[in-house]
């Protein structure tokens, strides 16, 4: 089992940036794609970011251009820079680790973080 913790959440106005972290224990942590997913209130859990151990990257159409998913595999770190922020980008932010399959849906993630809460201003 992979432990996840998420770490830079906080409360930013509009148009601020804030960058997540997420560090990971395990040895396998170069080989598994990683990703972030988010859930406001009221809301189901949707698909943010994703990266492919092959440093690959997918993105939810509504963070493009504005949201940067990385890592550091020396770190077992993986990173969300978040710029441009919206208040509809207030939820609280999490981490997970893929057991491989459709990078946009949260069942091909076993391991999750316990979230971050991002609060967006306007």
């Known amino acids: 089992q992979v432990q996840l913790v998420e770490s830079g959440g906080g409360l930013v106005q509009a148009g601020d940036s804030l960058m997540l972290s997420c560090a990971a224990s395990?040895?396998?942590?170069?080989?598994?794609?990683m990703g972030w997913f988010r859930q406001a209130p009221g809301k189901e859990r949707e698909f943010v970011a994703a990266?492919?151990?092959?440093?690959?990257?997918y993105y939810a159409d509504s963070v493009k251009g504005r949201f940067t998913i990385s890592r550091d595999n020396a770190k077992n770190t993986v990173y969300l820079q978040m710029n441009s922020l919206k208040p509809e980008d207030t939820a609280v932010y999490y981490c997970?680790?893929?057991?491989?399959?459709?990078?946009?849906?949260?069942?091909?993630?076993?391991?999750w973080g316990q979230g971050t809460q991002v609060t967006v201003s306007s």
């Open positions: 997970a680790a893929s057991t491989g399959g459709n990078y946009y849906d949260a069942k091909s993630y076993a391991d």
């Open positions: 395990t040895r396998t942590f170069s080989t598994q794609a």
């Open positions: 990266i492919s151990w092959a440093k690959g990257t």
